[in-house]
């Protein structure tokens, strides 16, 4: 099993930068519940210095990450993981497995919505069958409590019926069939955004998986 000398690849600016000390990383990877049946020599160090990190300050739940990387290695409940191969470079040929939770929940309904819009047509058409239903057949709670039922209740289930969820991506490569975790990273919704995506993974996970990073691995 690999021990976590590769650790010392990090400056102690890193472990400060995510405000953890290798010991508590150390006993994080020991002691994570979310990692039974996986192999920790898949998951990068920097990956276990995000979710420490997380676990720490309560960024997410730990195990929503963690759930996500059980399924991809066949240990978990069999919940389908929405997972997607980049296609352009410089992150072509690796993967991109998203998980979101309820701190994203603000986020989804805006997108599902298009609340970030001055006239939603979408938003309009909702306002409009709270409307007529309530006046069909008045509800309990009057239009407000219809209306914040469908835009909330109904509107994250469609998104997620749709597999459309915001939330973020584990970032991972696959080499000879087996899966190989990087990191936690935000969505990239530019050229730009890609190649800091990519220059990160190289500085701080290629002297892990020199075989998946290389110029010529990817």
């Not at 040929?93 to 929940?105: D, I, R, V, W, Y």
């Not at 306002?127 to 109904?154: D, T």
């Amino acid at each position: 099993m690999r021990t976590l000398d590769s650790m010392n690849n990090f400056s102690s600016d890193v472990f400060e930068g995510f405000d953890v000390t290798e010991d508590e990383v150390t006993h994080f990877r020991n002691n994570h519940v979310g990692f039974c049946g996986v192999d920790m020599n898949r998951l990068s160090q920097f990956l276990l210095i995000q979710l420490t990190s997380i676990s720490k300050h309560g960024t997410h739940d730990s195990f929503l990450i963690t759930d996500v990387i059980q399924e991809l290695e066949g240990v978990g409940r069999g919940c389908k993981q929405r997972v997607d191969q980049f296609k352009h470079m410089p992150l072509k040929g690796l993967f991109k497995a998203h998980f979101s939770g309820a701190q994203f929940l603000v986020r989804n309904l805006v997108n599902h919505w298009g609340l970030e819009f001055e006239n939603s047509p979408k938003f309009n058409s909702l306002c409009s069958y709270v409307i007529e239903e309530e006046q069909k057949n008045p509800s309990k709670f009057g239009w407000q409590g219809r209306l914040a039922h469908e835009m909330v209740i109904s509107g994250y289930k469609e998104r997620a019926r749709q597999n459309k969820l915001t939330g973020e991506w584990i970032i991972f490569a696959k080499h000879k069939n087996l899966n190989y975790y990087l990191c936690i990273s935000r969505h990239s919704k530019s050229n730009r955004g890609d190649q800091e995506i990519y220059d990160f993974l190289k500085l701080l996970c290629e002297h892990e998986y020199p075989f998946l990073l290389s110029d010529s691995a990817i």
